[in-house]
């Protein structure tokens, strides 16, 4: 069975923190991406990566880092969270199909 | 740039009923359209994915047709269950390019 495994399924920040988001695949896909949802907003792509230590801006990229030293695993980094970053983060990866893990749910105080 | 729109944007049915969802996409020129399901609060599963030279895909209760020429895709439910409510998408990459752009999904809810 295939699998993304995003490392919480909720966290709790304060303002001004740095907060790390990892999503590990078992599948050998080369592309991984970070989405964030938001009612009203749908999926918003933030970064995506094609490769090892590749690393391509998506749509909303302001506030967030990216770091892929791995195939297997793409890590979100929020510089210093503020609460305007509060939201579910997806991670999903794909060659042909696309798979997504469970999501986090990031509250920011 | 891909753009990707769901019609409608939520449905409420009886239990039993036939379901047909839509999805447009803007780029004909895709190479796969996939259709997805989620739960509330939860991550998304893949439904069906369909290759730009397949005309349709099933899954058991689901099937999903695709027409790239006029731009259209739909997810069709056949005897629908309350287990069947859930927000489904369908996402469709851009000219040349992997990344899946989404629509905002429709909400289902199939009531006993």
């Known amino acids: 069975d295939v699998k993304v495994t995003q490392s919480s399924r909720y966290l709790v920040k304060r303002t001004g923190e740095k907060v790390f988001l990892e999503c590990v695949q078992d599948?050998?896909?080369?592309?991984m991406f970070w989405y964030r949802q938001d009612p009203g907003l749908g999926l918003r792509l933030i970064y995506f990566s094609y490769d090892v230590k590749m690393k391509e801006k998506g749509d909303i990229p302001e506030g967030y880092s990216v770091s892929r030293e791995k195939k297997e695993r793409f890590s979100l980094i929020l510089e210093s969270a503020s609460t305007n970053q509060t939201s579910m983060y997806l991670c999903?990866?794909?060659?042909?199909?696309?798979?997504f893990g469970q999501g986090t749910r990031l509250t920011v105080v | 740039k891909q753009e990707v729109t769901q019609i409608p944007a939520a449905l409420s049915v009886p239990e039993g009923e036939n379901l047909v969802l839509n999805c447009s996409f803007t780029d004909s020129a895709i190479y796969n359209l996939q259709w997805f399901r989620q739960d509330p609060g939860k991550g998304l599963t893949s439904l069906l994915l369909?290759?730009?030279?397949?005309r349709e895909q099933t899954s058991g209760r689901l099937n999903a047709s695709l027409d790239k020429s006029s731009g259209r895709s739909t997810l069709y439910i056949a005897a629908s269950q309350p287990g069947d409510s859930a927000t489904y998408l369908c996402a469709a990459p851009a000219r040349g390019s992997y990344i899946p752009t989404f629509g905002r999904g429709t909400s289902l809810i199939v009531h006993p």
């Open positions: 999903a990866s794909r060659n042909q199909e696309a798979f």
């Open positions: 599948m050998d896909h080369e592309n």
């Open positions: 369909i290759q730009s030279s397949q």
